[in-house]
């Protein structure tokens, strides 16, 4: 039997994503202990305590050349609350990712929706593969919001009514829509974090362009300031080497 629903809340709407570095063990030192133990063995153990700033040419190297495998001995775990359609996305990144997701079948869902802000551009203009966004006007912005948020509204009045009625969580979340807000921890290694980086940002330095939806891109430009601060030499042959992950 299906526990009562709680007093019902009032919808809420927001155009922002949310990203918190919950826990992590990443540094540059990682990369250089890891790469030098095929020259040095259980001395390279040594670059622990060592200063990375004195070998940031071997990290560029190993990035220019994509030797990939040393930048994945680190790892950063993200608590993230964005809306469902950014974590469809997200979720195909699956090599060197670890999720868990809030659910829909354990916990009543709250009723938080994604509604764009002002300055998201709305209107796509030429054909797939080569499409460009643009600035809406003001009544495209006005009837986006409108529409969305009547449709939340139903969506959440219907979705209430189920669980009032003592349907299962597990269906009556089916008539939700994927602007919903969800959570979710997601755990990766900078080697991951620099392959989602360069698919899902757009970047003046990116030498493969890469059109990624915004909301996701939100997120990835928030993963990519508390990395920069966590590996800084990494972050900078990232950078140089054309945000191409090794």
């Known amino acids: 039997m299906t526990e009562s629903p709680t007093e019902t809340a009032k919808p809420t709407f927001r155009g922002d994503v949310t990203v918190e570095l919950v826990k992590h063990s990443a540094s540059d030192s990682d990369?250089?202990?890891?790469?030098?133990?095929?020259?040095?063995?259980?001395?390279?153990?040594?670059?622990?305590?060592?200063?990375?700033?004195?070998?940031?040419?071997?990290?560029?190297?190993l990035m220019r050349d994509r030797h990939g495998s040393p930048f994945e001995h680190n790892s950063m775990t993200f608590f993230i609350s964005a809306p469902i359609f950014v974590f469809r996305e997200f979720m195909r990144h699956r090599v060197g990712w670890s999720y868990n997701e809030e659910s829909g079948r354990y916990r009543e869902l709250q009723p938080v929706f994604y509604v764009p802000d002002a300055d998201r551009k709305l209107v796509q203009e030429g054909r797939p593969g080569k499409y460009v966004f643009v600035e809406g006007t003001q009544e495209q912005h006005d009837v986006t919001s409108r529409a969305m948020e009547s449709a939340y509204r139903d969506a959440y009045e219907a979705y209430q009514e189920m669980l009032a009625a003592g349907v299962a969580r597990e269906v009556a979340r089916s008539v939700l829509p994927v602007g919903l807000f969800s959570s979710m921890y997601a755990t990766c290694n900078a080697r991951s974090l620099m392959h989602f980086l360069g698919l899902r940002t757009q970047h003046e330095l990116a030498t493969v362009p890469s059109f990624p939806q915004r909301e996701i891109e939100m997120v990835g430009e928030k993963m990519e300031a508390e990395w920069a601060e966590l590996m800084p030499l990494t972050y900078a042959a990232f950078n140089k080497n054309g945000r191409v992950a090794p």
């Open 31 to 61: 990369v250089l202990w890891a790469a030098r133990v095929s020259t040095a063995g259980e001395q390279s153990l040594e670059e622990i305590t060592k200063d990375p700033e004195r070998s940031k040419g071997l990290i560029n190297y």
